[in-house]
């Protein structure tokens, strides 16, 4: 899949999750993206509006892509308006943006970054995000030494989200 996948969709919503908007895959396009669910993508709306994210099996051999608040705000778009869609293999080795606080804490201390590098990448990226999904450097920097602090307390194996993020 070199140049993408783009089609045309309609934002939808989930039933069973209030508010959640998404846009469908046919199992046709996921044939297309590899034929698999596991696949990290580079999402672009409308041209506008790239995203790192991944496939959630719909049903019926369909999948979705979530569209959140936020995104459709920026692309100025509503349940049911039809968008262009772009997908992408995401090679990035996590699917993520590494904050720069992090990356700096991560250098500063060998053995966080050995733990760190050990967690299965979707555990890593929510850590990522979540170190990155505050506006202030100094609660990214909070953020990050908390985690990397609880990482090195936790025994191998035992690092979950509650854990690493426990004050």
Known sequence: MPA????????????????????????????????????????????????????????NGSAYITLNKQRMQQLGVNYLDQVEVTLQKDTSPIGTPMPEELAEALHQDPEAASRFRALPDSLKRYLLQHVAGVKSSQLRI??????LSNLKQLAPGKETFKNLLAK
Not at 20 to 42: A, C, F, N
Not at 142 to 147: F, I, K, M, T
């Open 142 to 147: 909070d953020r990050a030494l908390l985690l």
């Open 4 to 59: 993408g996948l783009t089609y045309t969709a309609s934002i939808q919503r989930l039933p069973h999750l209030i508010n959640t908007h998404y846009l469908e895959v046919t199992p046709e396009q996921i044939q297309q993206l590899g034929g698999k669910m596991k696949v990290r993508l580079l999402c672009t709306i409308n041209g506008k509006l790239t995203f790192q994210g991944g496939l959630v099996a719909l049903g």
